[in-house]
């Protein structure tokens, strides 16, 4: 039986749908687990809030791009504005606009949250043939460090001279053209996003997807989930049609992403220990521009596939950090640069010269490191607060001083930092400079592809919302399957922990109807 993928413009009257098992969002969480569950001939209806686009209908042109395939017309901050937050709206979910970068969930991470999180069940072997599962559906591979464009050369040839550890990254690509248009959508497929991968697998299976439909409030009767209400929304603005959507399933599935999630359950009053929403992790990112004497042309190519973990380790009072490089987009690069004017001007007539390398920080793994909350605000919006506790601002110094390393070492004749007052570093001997700079909000750019946390697993009912296998620690029929499970950040790219975590949850959301 096929299923089919409907949006607002098809959809004018009231729907009534009644399934064996609705998902709300269809990223990494969402379509592995439906493909899944189509699979094995249950019937699944998937709500989507952003839209339909396929390589056929992305845009190249990153005003274009922004506002249609991400979470806020690609504005979504933290609610003091100090933290853009880069999270995808459209069918695919974030897998739609990411970096493709993969990583299987580090052991150590696995650890740690069995002794500190109540996490039972969570192993390597337990997770490997889910791993393997997903690495063979995606074709998550080792890029070819020949391949590497000059922007990621960057920070392979700058580590290697300084002695640190570096190597490519794997990417769920097959076919891959190397153009750098990922985070605007792929316009060959070689992508292997949701979108091209388990979302068509479940279509074909009977997946019933309805797109530019969000999810307003889970009603719960009797002590189980009962209904879904969302509403139809305009694609060019997400403002509501009028157009009402009402799910009635057996089992209910959240996987919104680590925002939207814990915002809907708040909307709905699920909350019954107080913990939804709290822990939300974002790998807090800072930038480091060098400008080189050749052409770094970090607008094409693959945007991150090398990276080090050299400093993932500081010690025990000090937050890890690794280092990726991002793509060097005009406007992406220009929203981050605190540049008015001639400056601005010059800046972005070097930028073919410029490489962009990123320090991400591995929030939530120290004692008393609770990250940010996620709240709803008097109209339902999600709100996030993210306090820069001094341990970060600390790791955001270190990273500036690195990742300046790193660029003189592979030869950048100038280093600027993305600072209100920018740093202009020309030798290691500058590098001092940035001991005395400012660091935290508002000081520089800070950025978060990475949204984590807000709906935690575990064991203990009173610390964590969700169980480990993903069930709700009260309601039987609710599962949340995204990133706001993880109780901490993870020190690598996330895709392919939610992934796995998804693709385990199949038979436990099944054995659920």
């Given at each position: ?78 609610a ?43 192993t ?15 074709s ?49 497929d ?6 091209v ?49 009402t ?45 080189y ?49 001639e ?21 939530g ?21 993210y306090?820069?506790?001094?341990a970060?601002?600390?790791a ?24 209100r ?65 993880l ?8 895709s ?13 959301v099944?054995?659920?109807?």
């Open positions: 039986m096929s299923g089919f993928i409907r949006g607002a413009d098809a959809l004018t009257s009231a729907v009534d749908e009644v399934c064996d098992v609705c998902i709300i969002g269809s990223g990494a969480g969402g379509a592995t687990l439906a493909a899944g569950l189509c699979e094995a001939g249950l019937s699944v209806v998937l709500l989507e809030a952003g839209g339909h686009f396929t390589r056929q209908t992305f845009s190249p042109h990153e005003g274009e791009a922004y506002p249609a395939l991400y979470q806020d017309r690609g504005t979504r901050a933290t003091d504005l100090a933290i853009t937050i880069l999270q995808g709206r459209a069918v695919g979910g974030s897998t739609t606009v990411n970096w493709t970068t993969c990583y299987r969930t580090p052991s150590r991470i696995l650890a740690h949250w069995a002794a500190h999180h109540a996490v039972e069940g969570l390597d072997d337990a997770l490997r043939p889910h791993f393997e599962a997903v690495e063979a559906r995606l998550i591979a080792p890029w070819p460090v020949e391949r590497a464009n000059a922007n990621n050369r960057a920070l392979l040839n700058g580590a290697a001279a300084l002695g640190w550890p570096a190597a490519p990254t794997s990417r769920n690509v097959k076919g891959c053209a190397n153009s750098g248009l990922c985070g605007l959508g792929c316009p060959v070689g992508k292997q996003s949701m979108l991968t388990s979302i068509p697998d479940a279509v074909s299976a009977g997946l019933r997807l309805y797109a530019d439909v969000e999810a307003r409030r889970v009603v719960v009767e009797g002590g189980r989930v009962v209904r879904v209400e969302a509403e139809v929304v305009r694609r060019a603005d997400s403002a509501p049609t009028g157009v009402a959507v799910v009635r399933p057996k089992v209910l599935v959240l996987s919104g992403g680590a925002i939207n999630t814990p915002a809907l359950l708040l909307r709905s009053g699920i909350n019954t220990n107080g913990r939804v929403g709290l822990r939300t992790f974002l790998h807090p990112v800072i930038a480091v521009a060098g400008r004497p050749e052409r770094i042309d970090g607008f094409y190519g693959a945007p991150q596939s090398v990276a080090s973990h050299h400093l993932i380790d500081r010690g025990p009072e000090r937050v890890g950090l690794f280092f990726e490089a991002g793509p060097v987009q005009p406007m992406l690069i220009a929203t981050a640069t605190p540049l008015f004017g400056e601005m001007a010059a800046f972005m007539a070097e930028l073919a010269h410029v490489s962009g390398l990123i320090s991400l920080a591995v929030d793994l120290l004692p008393g490191d609770d990250g940010g909350t996620v709240r709803v605000d008097a109209a339902g919006r999600p709100r996030v607060d306090p820069i506790r001094p970060l601002a600390e955001f110094r270190a990273g500036h001083e690195a990742l300046a390393q790193v660029h003189l070492a592979a030869g950048a004749t100038e280093v600027y930092t993305l600072h007052q920018p740093r202009r570093l020309r030798s290691t001997a500058d590098i001092a400079q940035l001991a005395g700079a400012p660091y935290g909000a508002h000081e520089h750019a800070i950025f978060t592809a990475h949204q984590m946390g807000g709906c935690a697993m575990g064991e203990d009912p009173s610390r964590a919302v969700v169980r480990s296998d993903l069930r709700h620690h009260s309601l039987p029929n609710l599962f949340v399957v995204d990133g706001s499970v109780p901490t950040s993870l020190g690598v790219n996330p392919q922990t939610i992934y796995a975590l998804a693709h385990r949850a199949r038979a436990v099944a054995a659920a109807v």
